[in-house]
């Protein structure tokens, strides 16, 4: 069984692509280190203030993926506040 989970981040606080880059790094880094799963940007878009985020992980029980991509989504809303950014939308796939 694969989870996908599909973040949606508004970042408020970034006047340039460098400062949306630097949120989006910083919450990749830490996602991966927390949780060990596979994390990447999904949109190449040139909108400083929107970033798509992508999380895999995979297992052989759902039960433990639901668990760990909420686990996921609540540690990425608080990094992002932290950051000046927020989680505007959320939402998981099952494969």
Same mark, same amino acid.
């Given at each position: 069984m694969i989870a996908? !989970?599909?973040?949606? !981040?508004r970042i408020e606080?970034?006047?340039s !692509?460098?400062?949306?880059?630097?949120v989006v790094r910083s919450l990749k880094d830490r996602l991966r280190a927390r949780f060990n799963v596979s994390?990447?940007? !999904?949109?190449?878009?040139?909108l400083w203030n929107r970033a798509t985020l =992508?999380?895999?992980s995979i297992s052989d029980s759902r039960d433990y993926l639901d668990g760990l991509?909420?686990?996921?989504e609540r540690q990425a809303t608080r990094i992002a506040?932290?950051? =000046?950014?927020?989680?505007?939308d959320s939402f998981v796939d099952f494969l």
């Open positions: 996908f !989970l599909t973040l949606e !981040l606080a970034a006047q !692509l460098k400062d949306k880059r630097q994390i990447a940007e !999904l949109d190449s878009s040139n =992508g999380v895999v991509m909420r686990n996921v506040n932290n950051h =000046g950014a927020e989680v505007a």
